[in-house]
């Protein structure tokens, strides 16, 4: 659940709560939350379809269709949810919002607001002062830092900037982790008794869930990555799928440490990090992130191209739920599905299938 941001990681840490059905009718439910004591001075509170957002005026209804269409996406791949999904602007949550959004029916996700945002343009703005004037007087280096540190106060004291293309691609994702736990997580700890990312499913069928609930802006993205790697004279993909499919999510223990240093409860909190934070995470992390998600998106476009099924996952999703691990379905399926019946087969030619898409002239 670690997104790439300009200069920034944004992710949720947490656990994922299973919808309630709700009491009130989306149309009417805003005029609910508006009167909760834990409503704040300056939110405002927008629907869209299944997509609910009480954020800053100038984002609400954006992040609520960003939502919205977050669960249209879901739906193309997983099959139909009765989930609605609904974003707080604030980096936690209290138990009063939990409550009060259970009881309406609500998958619910915090977000960075405005303050955590600016807090994160500060940190970058003062290193970035601070290592090109080091041959400066420090009397200098305070002033410059002052002078580009007031600035920034008074783009925010007017800034109405909407999400970025970024931002609500991040936001769908982790939509899309907490739809995919809410249709196939049954709450109980994997069989293996191995710490999961998001889900008791394995972490890359529940990575490449929240991975295909983004927009378009974040595929491209990961599309630019893959052809960067063949550029670059790199095999295809990071991880053999013989490794993808068998190996923890590579930012579980940095994300743990991470925990454990802040202090963090079991409630889903959404923290963004910079700087020497960022850079200790990544150092933390067993592999590449970004690595990960790239191979969660080709692996999926490689698996509806040749099985011809949008919905493939649904049925590997069931069959791991069972009990049994991909590579005993695909021994016991993948003919049916036009697919090689071993790993190290598809695995060849999921390489193949990359180089081919992704080369360049």
Request: charge should be negative.
């Amino acid at each position: 659940m670690i997104r790439w941001l300009p200069s920034a990681f944004i992710f949720t840490l947490g656990v994922h709560a299973s919808a309630i059905s709700g009491q009130t009718d989306t149309a009417d439910v805003c005029g609910l939350i508006v009167s909760q004591d834990w409503f704040e001075d300056g939110w405002s509170c927008s629907t869209e379809g299944r997509g609910l957002a009480v954020s800053a005026p100038h984002e609400s209804l954006i992040l609520a269709q960003a939502l919205d269409q977050a669960v249209l996406n879901f739906e193309r791949f997983f099959g139909p949810t009765s989930a609605k999904v609904a974003v707080i602007g604030t980096p936690s949550l209290s138990e009063a919002v939990r409550a009060s959004m259970r009881d309406e029916g609500y998958l619910l996700l915090p977000w960075i607001n405005q303050s955590a945002k600016q807090d994160l343009l500060r940190r970058s703005i003062e290193r970035q002062v601070m290592e090109q004037t080091q041959s400066l007087a420090e009397p200098q280096r305070q002033a410059l830092l002052a002078k580009a540190l007031s600035k920034i106060d008074d783009d925010a004291r007017s800034s109405s900037t909407p999400p970025s293309d970024i931002e609500l691609g991040t936001l769908a994702h982790e939509a899309g982790h907490i739809l995919f736990a809410d249709s196939y997580d049954d709450g109980e700890a994997p069989a293996d008794g191995e710490r999961r990312y998001g889900s008791s499913s394995p972490d890359w069928l529940d990575e490449l869930a929240a991975v295909l609930n983004e927009n378009g802006s974040l595929t491209s993205s990961r599309y630019d990555v893959a052809r960067e790697r063949l550029r670059a004279g790199d095999r295809p993909t990071a991880f053999s799928l013989r490794e993808y499919l068998t190996m923890e999510h590579p930012s579980l223990r940095a994300a743990q440490l991470l925990r454990e240093r802040r202090n963090a409860s079991g409630d889903s909190v959404a923290i963004a990090l910079s700087g020497e934070e960022a850079k200790r995470f990544l150092e933390e992390s067993g592999g590449d992130p970004v690595q990960f998600y790239v191979q969660s998106r080709l692996f999926a476009d490689f698996m509806f191209e040749k099985t011809e099924n949008p919905r493939i996952f649904v049925e590997i999703a069931e069959t791991l739920g069972a009990g049994q691990d991909f590579e005993t379905w695909l021994a016991a399926n993948g003919s049916e599905h036009g697919l090689a019946e071993d790993i190290d087969t598809l695995g060849n030619q999921f390489s193949d299938w990359v180089t081919e898409e992704f080369k360049t002239p």
